[in-house]
């Protein structure tokens, strides 16, 4: 009989968690795999996944029947993004990302970790966590401070269960509208990440952003090069 595997997606509307998802998947290819999208909103199209929608993230676990005789693989894929505008205080849209971006996602980490009936563990985050563009300012924040707070959640014990992923523009929903620059991903590119990375840690996709990234913070000129080029992020 085949190993046991069930992976639970955060966010199943998302597309880089499918992305990640379909990674795991491969990875886990002579499994038995069975895998629960965790959505807001009702399902559209047919799925072979089980679906569950809830009011907010967080009351997820308390619903789930986690087993503890298999493989369990978590994926956190959702957020908001919503760029500063001049009709909204900061301090407004500072909180709304923070809401579901920071908090939420560390609530459900926390949990997770303390369980501790996970095998994997993949959080999504955003290069714009390492540094800050004036359009995108607060959701910048939000997942700079979320990096911040999952970071001390992880220990000698657990640091090779968990992955955080950093990855660059993706053609998704969340940027609806938005036009991509010279620094992006997609969908093929994050599967192939996922398969070839097996050991947790932060992961930036595509891997030659992480020094760009270093750049941004070191030099605002790259910054400012960035946000001009297009608000895509």
Same mark, same amino acid.
Request: hydrophobic content about 35%; glycine content about 4%; overall charge positive.
């Given at each position: 009989?085949?190993?046991?595997?069930?992976?639970?997606?955060?966010?199943?509307?998302?597309?880089?968690?499918?992305?990640?998802?379909?990674?795991?998947?491969?990875?886990?290819?002579?499994?038995?795999?069975?895998? @629960?999208?965790?959505?807001?909103?009702?399902?559209?199209?047919?799925?072979?996944?089980?679906?569950?929608?809830?009011?907010?993230?967080?009351?997820?676990?308390?619903?789930?029947?986690?087993?503890?005789?298999?493989?369990?693989? !978590?994926?956190?894929?959702?957020?908001?993004?919503?760029?500063?505008?001049?009709?909204?205080? !900061?301090?407004?849209?500072?909180?709304?990302?923070?809401?579901?971006?920071?908090?939420?996602?560390?609530?459900? @980490?926390?949990?997770?970790?303390?369980?501790?009936?996970?095998?994997?563990?993949?959080? @999504?985050?955003?290069?714009?966590?390492?540094?800050?563009?004036?359009?995108?300012?607060?959701?910048?924040?939000?997942?700079?401070?979320?990096?911040?707070?999952?970071?001390?959640?992880?220990?000698?014990?657990?640091?090779?269960?968990?992955?955080?992923?950093?990855?660059?523009?993706?053609?998704?929903?969340?940027?609806?509208?938005?036009?991509?620059? !010279?620094?992006?991903?997609?969908?093929?590119?994050?599967?192939?990440?996922?398969?070839?990375?097996?050991?947790?840690?932060?992961?930036?996709?595509?891997?030659?952003?992480?020094?760009?990234?270093?750049?941004?913070?070191?030099?605002? !000129?790259?910054?400012?090069?960035?946000?001009?080029?297009?608000?895509?992020?």
């Amino acid at each position: 009989m085949a190993k046991q595997l069930s992976i639970y997606l955060f966010g199943g509307n998302s597309k880089i968690g499918n992305s990640i998802l379909n990674g795991v998947i491969d990875r886990y290819s002579d499994y038995s795999i069975r895998t @629960v999208l965790i959505k807001r909103t009702k399902q559209k199209n047919p799925t072979d996944s089980d679906v569950l929608i809830v009011n907010n993230y967080s009351e997820a676990l308390d619903i789930l029947n986690i087993k503890k005789d298999v493989i369990n693989v !978590f994926i956190l894929s959702f957020g908001v993004l919503r760029p500063e505008d001049k009709n909204i205080e !900061f301090i407004d849209n500072l909180k709304f990302h923070l809401s579901i971006n920071t908090y939420e996602t560390f609530r459900i @980490v926390k949990k997770i970790i303390m369980s501790e009936n996970y095998d994997e563990l993949h959080i @999504v985050s955003s290069i714009l966590a390492d540094f800050e563009r004036p359009t995108l300012k607060s959701y910048s924040m939000s997942k700079m401070y979320m990096n911040e707070l999952v970071e001390k959640l992880i220990s000698s014990k657990n640091k090779e269960k968990v992955f955080i992923w950093k990855p660059a523009f993706v053609d998704s929903n969340l940027n609806k509208d938005r036009t991509s620059s !010279f620094l992006k991903t997609n969908s093929g590119e994050i599967r192939k990440y996922i398969v070839k990375n097996k050991i947790g840690g932060t992961h930036y996709i595509p891997f030659y952003s992480r020094y760009l990234t270093f750049l941004a913070k070191k030099i605002s !000129f790259v910054t400012n090069f960035i946000d001009k080029k297009s608000d895509n992020y």
